[in-house]
């Protein structure tokens, strides 16, 4: 079974499918990390996303999950894909077909292999359409912002709320407006906004929608 969960930047997504995969015994891909990991990689290898033969370094990137998330030749990357800057160089780089192309495939293998939660942009859209279970979480801007704020502050980092808010709705313009594969709410994906919900609720909402499914009401 498929569950996906779509939505923008700092909607939850990263607690909420952690949770939801934990609870009902699922593996859960943070998709978003593997965008990451090839924006690293690429502008390490001295990439910029116009760049002739993306799809090259692409192909030729080992890439796949272990404990600690995603990893490169079998080796955590760690904290260095979570810093602001590669958020946006993400954004950018995942706006390139090529970085799409290289990425589908192995999303989708590593997601058939057994009962996951995949959370991204375009899971319900483009990498699952025939997902079972499809969740767009999203909330407003200015609580999304707050949220992670506080994530900044709490793990020791500088932070200053305008410049976070100011972010957030840069990269909702980049995710939204991209020609291929742009952030959008499934048709059949059933919308949680989790503005005005605890951590809890919103968790459970989408696991009591997976048991509903998995018990065949
Ligand atoms: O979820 P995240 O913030 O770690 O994602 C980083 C960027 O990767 C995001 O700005 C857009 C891109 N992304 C994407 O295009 N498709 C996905 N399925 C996941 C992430």
Redesign the pocket.
């Known amino acids: 079974m498929i569950i996906a969960i779509d939505g923008p930047?700092g909607a939850g997504?990263t607690t909420i499918s952690s949770q939801v995969a934990e609870r009902l015994g699922f593996v859960r891909l943070d998709?978003?990390?593997l965008?990451?990991a090839v924006a690293l990689c690429a502008l390490q290898a001295g990439y910029t996303t116009q760049t002739p033969g993306l799809d090259g370094l692409v192909g030729s990137l080992a890439l796949g999950f272990g404990k600690d998330g995603v990893t490169l030749d079998g080796v955590s990357l760690g904290d260095r894909i979570r810093t602001p800057e590669m958020?946006q160089a993400?954004?950018a780089f995942?706006a390139v077909p090529a970085v799409r192309q290289g990425l589908l495939e192995l999303q989708r293998r590593i997601g058939r292999a057994t009962n996951s939660v995949l959370d991204?942009?375009?899971?319900g859209t483009v990498v699952f359409p025939d997902a079972e279970l499809k969740i767009f979480l999203t909330a407003r801007p200015e609580e999304r912002a707050r949220r992670r704020h506080k994530e900044h502050l709490d793990a020791g980092r500088p932070s200053n709320l305008e410049d976070v808010l100011k972010d957030i709705e840069a990269?909702d313009l980049a995710?939204s407006s991209r020609a291929i594969a742009p952030l959008k709410q499934a048709e059949d994906a059933i919308l949680v906004d989790s503005s005005d919900l605890t951590i809890e609720q919103t968790i459970s909402t989408i696991v009591e929608h997976a048991r509903e499914l998995m018990r065949g009401d």
């Open positions: 930047a997504k998709t978003g990390s965008y990451r958020s993400a954004s995942s991204g942009r375009d899971i990269r995710d």
